[in-house]
């Protein structure tokens, strides 16, 4: 007998809540105010950016909401792609999320537990070096323009802890869907709770500090933007506030082990976008609150939520933000494991990717093999130390596939119009418009902006090219 083929749904509505939830809110919102405020340097258009961040995804959310209550199925905005799209556009999305999007994030958010780790065991941090090679020293002279001679490869015990974690937290989804969701639940209601504390604690000082909030819409520079202008400087901070955002789409890949998944999927979604968007919003404004902006924008490391804490909670605050970033960051990992994994299993049953991933473990029923690859490299861009870089040079492919998958909204409604919609997109056909129109502008921002991070993005989304054609081959073999 072989391998069980069908996955069991055991998620409700409030599993895939957390999932969205958890997967968003990592350590962005404890870091990202911080970098932001290093670009723009008043308060009133600060928090117009998180607000327009949110409204931007809420406004995905609505229509990728109509795309999984057509298509329930594993893989989320994989198979909303290949269904607009075509094979080929719904696989180069599949291999770029494997190749950087989820690893990095895997790879990142892990090595950020393990540094907040750390701050209370410290030979589990960065500074503790474990491995040092010379590696620039050994290779040929003919490679000196492209690697420094004095570069040498590191493994430092915070990259080893957050192996580990990833470890831990792949078997804990191999074990079961509903072990996994498990541990999405708590983690998720315990950084609420902690950020509901501090959004209950610092609001209430809004009214003794309104100087904090002026000039509220007057355009004022950060630092950083001082040699580019306001404008590029704004561009710049909304970037930021939309990674801080970064994958809400999430609860879509698990959509087929969800009970009722044409409701309750998209109103996980929109729920989901709605409660991060409300928790950001509250906690810059209870930071504003406590923090003036042009101090907020010195913080040491960018960690703008310890001095608010300290003047909140005295100097255990401090402490309390360290294991808030901590349950933060270990609940995020998990949901994205949780989620990655079914991309590469809905890609290995249509033949176009490792043919082992597409089974099911026989007794929990869930994609172990899948988990184990995403798990395998999301430990190797760990070690590696390129998963910061690779993370940047995504953002261009993130976007880019995420307006394309909006976009596949018109195109299903104009190909497929008697195909049933359990919910169809709020505000059609001007919901997806709005979010297309703006998407581009920010798509061009980094096109002529940062062209080096564009030319090395769309290089690695390419590399998919040859391997779709070679899983094509072998599939007709």
Request: proline letters at 6%.
């Amino acid at each position: 007998m072989g391998p069980p083929s069908q996955l069991p749904q055991r998620l409700g509505l409030f599993d895939t809540t957390t999932i969205v939830v958890g997967s968003m809110i990592g350590s962005g919102i404890f870091l990202t105010p911080s970098i932001m405020a290093q670009w723009v340097e008043t308060p009133g258009i600060l928090l117009g950016l998180w607000v327009f961040a949110g409204l931007f995804t809420f406004l995905g959310a609505l229509c990728y909401a109509e795309l999984a209550s057509m298509m329930p199925r594993a893989g989320g905005q994989y198979v909303f792609l290949t269904e607009a799209f075509g094979r080929f556009w719904g696989f180069l999305y599949g291999w770029t999320l494997f190749l950087v999007i989820q690893t990095g994030f895997n790879a990142a958010v892990a090595i950020a537990f393990a540094k907040y780790l750390g701050v209370f065991v410290p030979a589990l941090g960065e500074a503790n070096v474990l491995v040092s090679a010379p590696v620039g020293q050994w290779l040929p002279s003919f490679l000196g323009n492209v690697v420094e001679p004095s570069w040498c490869f590191e493994i430092n015990s915070a990259q080893v802890v957050g192996c580990a974690v990833i470890a831990l937290l792949t078997g804990v989804n191999i074990l079961g869907v509903r072990e996994g969701a498990t541990v999405q639940n708590l983690f998720t209601v315990l950084k609420l709770v902690a950020l509901g504390c501090l959004i209950a604690v610092g609001l209430p000082h809004v009214g003794e500090n309104l100087a904090n909030f002026t000039p509220w819409i007057e355009p004022r520079p950060g630092p950083e933007a001082l040699h580019i202008g306001f404008a590029a400087g704004l561009a710049v901070a909304l970037s930021k506030a939309l990674f801080a955002y970064d994958a809400w789409n999430s609860g879509t890949f698990v959509a087929e082990e969800v009970r009722r998944p044409e409701k309750t999927v998209p109103r996980a979604l929109l729920l989901g976008s709605l409660v991060v968007m409300s928790v950001y919003v509250l906690t810059n404004v209870a930071y504003l609150a406590n923090l003036p902006i042009d101090q907020m924008a010195k913080v040491r490391e960018n960690r703008v939520a310890e001095p608010v804490a300290t003047a909140l909670f005295g100097p255990v605050g401090a402490t309390l933000v360290v294991v808030t970033i901590l349950i933060s960051t270990f609940g995020c990992v998990n949901g994205m494991i949780l989620s990655g994994a079914r991309v590469c299993y809905a890609m290995a049953r249509q033949g176009l990717f490792f043919r082992s991933c597409a089974a099911l473990h026989r007794r929990s029923r869930t994609p172990a093999t899948a988990l184990v690859y995403q798990g395998a490299w999301s430990c190797v861009l760990a070690i590696s130390g390129s998963y910061s870089a690779l993370l940047t040079y995504s953002v261009f492919a993130s976007v880019l596939f995420g307006a394309l998958t909006v976009a596949g909204v018109y195109q299903l409604r104009a190909t497929q119009p008697q195909r049933p919609r359990p919910y169809r997109c709020w505000g059609y056909p001007i919901t997806p418009a709005l979010y297309l129109a703006a998407a581009y502008p920010f798509l061009l921002y980094v096109v002529v902006g940062d062209p080096e991070a564009t030319r090395i993005g769309l290089f690695l989304v390419m590399t998919g090219v040859p391997v779709y054609l070679a899983w094509r081959q072998r599939e007709r073999d």
